[in-house]
Each structure stands twice: as structure tokens, then as C-alpha cells.
């Protein structure tokens, strides 16, 4: 049975002057905090995702247009931290969990049916990002279990394996990733041959693979780190250029070793000397040096490759894509999905 279709209202963020485009807010009303964001060409529109808590999954076949909400069985309340779409019926998402909560599922036909393509009965697992490099070829990646963060592959789109434990990297006591928005472990370079993935706890780091996961070289990087909530909740990059972003979700307001940038493929970081309001759980690259992050406090464009930030809106989001033609599309608490438009910075 199809599942019912859910009309989204568009509204102003906020009075903008005429000449700039004005930002707009599709929300639905669920009850769920949106994390995952994605989307997909087929038939010259775009196909979006988004997927949340409370076992929500929501489709747009038309560019947000119209919306479904989409049904896994037995799924009603798992987490879903990410997505990633292909054309017009290919999706995977996952679901977040110790205890056999971390899931990976996939669907062939725009969500009608889905299957489970992993689990696992460790106790201790828990999936925290899903990267595509296509349809078919993806990674994933765990907490550690043992010392050692379990990465999974998949090269046919059906079936999942972890990869072997002496080629996974290690990891320090208590360290982790952080699942907010799906974009601690990301693809990079000409043909996403580079994974890298980011961690908070002990230390805030940026592992590195150029061989498909074979071997990893780890760098310790200045964001802000010490506890369990501190640490780099994503990465993103263009070029041979990363920026992270991050903080301590449970002291927001800290703005302090927040955001951070390399120019050289990971190897060494930068602090921005201008950081974002507060802690952001996302950033997406926007443009010729043009980076936007956001977080629970708003929004915060650069526009010099993250040396300094600036404010953008003050709405809270947990996720943030980058739809082309400079459109951005930014998901949050409440079910609310925004499409963010060229506007002017906030004084």
C-alpha cells in the first residue's frame, strides 16, 4: 500500500529586502527531528529525502513540492541519521543504535518496500555515517568495538561486509563518531577515492584512506575536544580543501575552536579566526570559497574558505545540502525542511 502523501507549506523565514531572494521553510509538522538529508535526479526534477526519529521517512518526487511519507516494517521508531538517493527509486538509509538498532536498509521502487541489507548482533555497534561513491559502491562506518572502528563496504548495492580487522583503523579510548547529520565519514577527490572520517571524545581527528580503506593515516586536529560531547560532527570538501565543524553539543554557546580548514587534502588544520556563532552540527560547501555551516543556534556562511564565518538566519537545523544553482537545503527539530535561497548575510 502506498503511503499517504503530506502537502508541505511554504513560508518567509524572515523580511528580507527586495532585491534578495527570499529563504523558504517546507514543513510538515511530524513529529520527529530531521538528520538526514538527500537528494537525486530523475526525469529533469529533483527527487529529495529526508529522514528523522520516530521512524521517519519522507520523499519529494517534484523538488519539494509534495511530499510522502514513507514505511519501513518493523521500523516505526528506529532513528534514521542518513540517506543516500540514486535516480528515482534507489535509496539506502540507517538507523542508529547500540543492541541491534544500527541497521542498513534499501529501497528499488521510491520506498514502497524496503529491505534490511545489514545488521549486526554486536552489542556495541552503532552505525554513525553511510557515504556512496555510486549506486552501488558504499561505505559505512561504526564505533569502535575492541579498539577498532568497523568500516563496511558494499560493490554490488546488495551486500554489506565489514572490512578485514587488521586494515581498520584504530581508535583512542572512548573516542567516536558523531551521527548528527550523516557527514562525519564522507568520499573526496576527482572520483571519491579519498575517504575521510572525523571524531569527537578524547581528541577531535580526521582519519584519512586514498587506497579504498586498505590503510589510514589520522590526523588530530584543533577543534574543540575533552568529553563525550565535544569533538567534529562533520566534514566536507571540494578540491584538495576540507573544513570541519563541531563543538560541545551539550554547551552550545561555546564558540571557541568551533570550525576548522585544511588546504592540503587533511594534513595539517587551521583554526577559522572568525568561528561560527555557536556549535554546528553540519557544513556543505556552497561555492568558490564559499563554505555554510549550520547548527542548533542557525546558520553561518564563509566565504573565504572558513577563515571567517558570518551569520546567515537564526533557525535551527541539524542537516544541511547543497542542491545546486546555489540553493541549499537545510532539515531540523519538528519535521522542518528549509530551502535556503541567495540572500544577504544577518548584521
Not at 565535544?230 to 570541519?244: E, Q, Y
Not at 538566519?313 to 545546486?324: D, P, R, S, Y
Amino acid at each position: 500500500m502506498r503511503a499517504p502523501t503530506i502537502t508541505l507549506f511554504l513560508f518567509s523565514l524572515f523580511a528580507i529586502p527586495p532585491q534578495a531572494q527570499t529563504p523558504q521553510v517546507l514543513t510538515s509538522g511530524i513529529d520527529t527531528s530531521l538528520r538526514g538529508l538527500s537528494a537525486s535526479s530523475a526525469n529533469n526534477t529533483q527527487i529529495l529525502y529526508a529522514t528523522g526519529n520516530n521512524g521517519v521517512i519522507l520523499r519529494s518526487p517534484d523538488a519539494g513540492k509534495s511530499w510522502t511519507r514513507l514505511h519501513i516494517d518493523n521500523a516505526d521508531t528506529a532513528d534514521f541519521r542518513g540517506v543516500q538517493s540514486f535516480g528515482a527509486n534507489i535509496a539506502y538509509v540507517f538507523s542508529v543504535g547500540t543492541d541491534n538498532k544500527s541497521h542498513i536498509y534499501k529501497t528499488s521502487d521510491a520506498g514502497q518496500t524496503w529491505s534490511t541489507q545489514y545488521s549486526d548482533p554486536r552489542p556495541a555497534f552503532f552505525l554513525d555515517g553511510l557515504a556512496c561513491r555510486d549506486e552501488k559502491t558504499c561505505f559505512a562506518i561504526s564505533d569502535p568495538i575492541d579498539g577498532k572502528f568497523p568500516i563496511l563496504h558494499t560493490e554490488d548495492g546488495e551486500h554489506w561486509t565489514e572490512l578485514p580487522k587488521d586494515t581498520e583503523p584504530s581508535a583512542l579510548p572512548t573516542e567516536g563518531l558523531f551521527a548528527a547529520s550523516n557527514s562525519s565519514l564522507i568520499l573526496c577527490g576527482p572520483n571519491h577515492n579519498d575517504i575521510f572520517f572525523a571524531t569527537g571524545g578524547p581528541a577531535a581527528r580526521v582519519f584519512h584512506s586514498h587506497d579504498n580503506a586498505r590503510s589510514w593515516t589520522v590526523v588530530t586536529t584543533p577543534i574543540l575536544s575533552g568529553n563525550a560531547s565535544s569533538g567534529i560532527f562533520s566534514i566536507a570538501c571540494h578540491g584538495r580543501t576540507l573544513v570541519a565543524v563541531g563543538g560541545d553539543y551539550q554547551n552550545p554557546a561555546a564558540t571557541k575552536s568551533i570550525a576548522a580548514y585544511s588546504t592540503d587534502m587533511g594534513a595539517t588544520w587551521h583554526l577559522s579566526d572568525q568561528s561560527p556563532a555557536s556549535f554546528r552540527s553540519a557544513v556543505t560547501y556552497a561555492g568558490p570559497n564559499t563554505w555554510i555551516a549550520v547548527g542548533t543556534t542557525g546558520a553561518d556562511i564563509s566565504t573565504d574558505n572558513a577563515a571567517h564565518w558570518a551569520p546567515l538566519t537564526h533557525e535551527n537545523a541539524n542537516a544541511i545540502l547543497a542542491l545546486g544553482s546555489h540553493q541549499f537545503l537545510t532539515a531540523g527539530p519538528k519535521g522542518t525542511i528549509t530551502k535556503l535561497l541567495p540572500f544577504k548575510v544577518l548584521p
